[in-house]
């Protein structure tokens, strides 16, 4: 259905709402002293303005992993959730770097350092970085983000040279207007502020005004016999603030070029050449303020690929972190406030990290581990996310392909388990949250060992989610073309193996190990298709029931000590203990630590009991699938295995009536066709074998 047409005055109004109402106003200096007076965070530096845009947005506490999810990333509210972020070890990430930014807030070191994101290509780090400052642009367009600046007036009327086309002056940094105090007063103003901020830092703000406005603000001051009020009511307005990356202001990022022309005046500014003829050369007025951190000045510093950058170029980055000044060529320094944020991937890191002679740089910064995923149902929501925000309406997803697809990426990401009893799947899975209190798996342990196995941390090598991605979207295509409207795990399965080998990104002593991985997805994916088309085969909603509530009427007997009552003769009897073991096994557990499963499952319905929820073993995943393959052992001798194995026969009811249960399921009807051929020869094999 096709939406309704905006006028252009819709679109005109809808515009109008995203533009503060005071952007184009000119305010008075007096003006913005009352109203830092009564809103002091607006006064704030770019680290603390930085730090509450993440809290603005919103957070969430996981209390399983002990992390903050900032909303901005896990659920992107601007953007209606098409950036979302997935993931443990990511949100992790996230949430370092946000304390990062909090200390230095705080003033407690970090505002000092280069925030240095490494990880693997294609762990999204780039793209973090980039949502960052898509929110900062936005949060300095709230009310509780604004920020102003001021700018020069009537400059003509006063100083003889100024050029007319300089009659009004913009701060060329953008600085805040408390800088066009002197520091005596200045400190006044804001210890007052301190004393009625409700923060978790202090404003602290001992900036020198850029050389330009230093000399602008003699010039006048001379001319008004050093009366401030006359200088500033005269000649100063005071302007609103907004980030905006395609202006360069307030946001700026760096991407590294050739060697050979790489100049320091990207970073620090030059000389204005159009105004040498206008001022002279060593006036301050003949200065461009167009370097990168200029530009980034009250906001954010993005370098891509930063240890990619010469190192005497880096060497730029010492003051600019550490005394948060910049030296440009032949002019002074420049006082800079801004969160300089670095992103590189490992051979640069390891390369730099070894050069003595990077010893001053590497002390300057903060490092940030970004890994890859590591649990493959996170994985899987990377791969949904990118085909939401694709055109592919026609094609349908089958059960398991995305989730396989990420078990094959976490497979190649973790680290080989040290204890012998734990399969590298097992690992996978403990790390996806499928085990159990009762399996003897320790998941911490599996992530300390993994950690200290692995080079600089686990999940900082592997197959990244950007190659499976793009097998994903090939394998999409190849079904297009050959008019198949469903995309299977065997389908994915097939476009791996053929292009791994093809993929620049992956070493090539690696194949064989990833092939072997590849196997092992292949053996999981088989499992999980022949638990569903047993599923289809002999699914029974009411049976489950029946055996559910009986199963726990002898588990909690035997966890009391007391009798059941027998269905059919309806006397007292003892526990039914090979009932019991008959669904036990089925989850392949033994005999010694039935015990604990009883109790686990008898807690499980003593919580739900006491929050007025009502027994159904469909809610809990294990007694389900116990209780299916004890139904399926049950009424497995019913079932045509001769209509499984042979493709001549999909047309027939029986046939239709499985393609129908998992069409339930979640697979398309061709999907399930090809899953009943997969999956249900091997089924019908082993029972006929059996």
């Not at 970090?110 to 490494?118: D, T, V």
């Not at 762990?123 to 929110?135: E, P």
């Not at 939401?388 to 997803?397: E, G, K, L, S, T």
């Amino acid at each position: 259905m096709t939406g309704a047409m905006k006028t252009l005055e819709e679109l005109s109004d809808r515009y109008k709402e995203t533009v503060p109402s005071d952007l184009r106003e000119a305010k008075s200096f007096d003006w913005y002293l009352s109203e830092v007076h009564e809103h002091p965070r607006i006064a704030r530096n770019a680290h603390q303005r930085v730090a509450d845009m993440f809290d603005h947005y919103g957070t969430r506490y996981d209390e399983d992993a002990g992390v903050v999810e900032y909303q901005l990333a896990s659920e992107d509210p601007l953007h209606d959730g098409e950036n979302n972020f997935y993931g443990r070890e990511v949100h992790e990430s996230i949430h370092e770097f946000v304390n990062k930014v909090k200390s230095g807030a705080r003033g407690l070191g970090p505002e000092k350092r280069i925030k240095l994101m490494l990880g693997p290509v294609g762990s999204g780090k780039s793209h973090f970085d980039w949502l960052v400052r898509r929110y900062f642009e936005d949060f300095t367009r709230t009310d509780e983000g604004r920020l102003y600046t001021f700018r020069w007036t009537n400059l003509c009327e006063v100083i003889p040279d100024q050029d007319p086309a300089d009659d009004t002056v913009r701060s060329p940094m953008n600085q805040d207007p408390l800088v066009l105090l002197p520091q005596p007063q200045r400190d006044e103003v804001i210890e007052n502020l301190n004393a009625s901020l409700d923060a978790p830092y202090t404003i602290r703000n001992e900036q020198s005004l850029d050389p330009a406005s230093g000399f602008y603000m003699n010039e006048l001051l001379a001319e008004y016999d050093d009366d401030l009020q006359a200088v500033l009511e005269n000649h100063v307005e005071i302007v609103r603030l907004v980030a905006d990356e395609n202006r360069r202001r307030c946001v700026e990022t760096f991407e590294p070029k050739d060697k050979k022309n790489q100049d320091e005046t990207e970073l620090t500014g030059d000389v204005n050449y159009s105004k040498l003829a206008v001022y002279g050369e060593n006036d301050p007025r003949s200065f461009d303020y167009a370097g990168a951190f200029c530009n980034a000045n009250r906001g954010i510093f993005s370098g891509e690929e930063l240890l990619k950058l010469q190192r005497e170029f880096l060497y730029d980055f010492l003051h600019a972190s550490q005394e948060q000044t910049i030296k440009p060529r032949n002019n002074p320094r420049i006082d800079i406030d801004q969160v300089i944020v670095g992103r590189t991937n490992m051979p640069e890191y390891r390369d730099k990290k070894g050069d003595e002679k990077m010893e001053a740089f590497n002390d300057r910064t903060k490092r940030i581990d970004y890994p890859y995923v590591l649990e493959y149902d996170e994985e899987a929501e990377i791969y949904r996310k990118m085909l939401r925000n694709a055109d592919v309406p026609d094609m349908h997803i089958e059960p398991h392909a995305m989730e396989m697809a990420g078990l094959f990426g976490v497979l190649t990401r973790i680290e080989e388990p040290s204890d012998g009893g734990v399969t590298l799947v097992q690992k996978a899975k403990a790390y996806n949250g499928e085990i159990d209190e009762t399996d003897d798996v320790d998941e911490r342990k599996l992530r300390e060992d993994g950690d200290a196995v692995a080079d600089i941390a686990e999940g900082m090598e592997g197959v990244s989610a950007r190659f499976i991605g793009d097998e994903i979207a090939e394998a999409i295509m190849d079904a297009t073309h050959r008019g198949r409207g469903y995309l299977s795990p065997l389908s994915v399965f097939t476009h791996f193996e053929e292009n791994l080998e093809n993929h620049g990104s992956i070493p090539e002593e690696n194949l064989d190990r990833y092939e072997r991985y590849l196997e092992l997805v292949r053996d999981e994916y088989r499992e999980r298709a022949i638990e569903d088309v047993r599923h289809a085969l002999a699914y029974d909603v009411e049976e489950i029931q029946r055996q559910g509530e009986k199963y726990m009427d002898h588990v909690m007997a035997y966890i009391d000590g007391a009798t059941v009552e027998d269905d059919i003769t309806g006397r007292e009897q003892e526990p039914d203990e090979t009932f019991l073991r008959s669904v036990e096994e089925k989850l392949e557990i033994p005999g010694d630590r039935k015990d604990d499963f009883r109790q686990e499952v008898a807690n499980w319905v003593s919580r739900r009991a006491r929050e007025g929820v009502s027994f159904d073993p469909q809610d809990n995943d294990r007694l389900r699938r116990a209780l299916e393959r004890k139904l399926w052992e049950d009424k497995k001798h019913n079932i045509n295995f001769s209509a499984l194995v042979s493709a001549g026969e999909l047309d027939d009811d029986e046939r239709s009536a499985w393609v129908d249960a998992l069409h339930e399921q979640g697979y398309s009807r061709e999907g399930a066709r090809e899953v009943l051929e997969f999956a249900g020869a091997e089924v019908a094999k082993s029972e006929l074998e059996d």
